[in-house]
């Protein structure tokens, strides 16, 4: 699956909970090291998630500090790497789709 495939979808969930685009885009730069230009080159390029996380400048140190239950797994438990950082991701998007402060989101 591309990352274009999943972004809008992600845009529909949190707007739909009254967050934007702009706030949801701060998650994922924060996630994945990608910046305005990089991140619509990966959609524009319609890059697998694979890709996606390989490719990414640099995943944030403080991505052990999310966890929690995501589609029914803890996401600190989850053994396969790139399963794991997919996880990592719905679990941000879930959490600025509930209403989580931002500064907990980015675990500042």
Same mark, same amino acid.
């Given at each position: 699956m591309s990352f274009a495939g999943v972004y809008p979808m992600y845009i529909e969930k949190v707007e739909k909970k009254g967050r934007t685009k702009e706030e949801l885009d701060t998650v994922l730069y924060w996630l994945t090291g990608y910046d305005e230009k990089t991140?619509? @080159? @990966?959609i524009d390029d319609r890059t697998n998630?694979? /890709? %996606? %996380? /390989?490719? /990414? =400048? @640099?995943?944030? =140190?403080?991505?052990?500090?999310?966890?929690g239950v995501i589609c029914g797994y803890r996401v600190e438990e989850i053994e396969d790497p790139l399963m794991q950082k997919i996880r990592y991701m719905d679990k941000l998007v879930d959490e600025l789709a509930k209403g989580r402060k931002m500064e907990k989101i980015l675990r500042t």
């Open positions: 991140l619509r @080159q @990966q998630l694979e /890709a %996606f %996380f /390989a490719e /990414a =400048p @640099q995943l944030n =140190p403080n991505v052990s500090k999310i966890t």
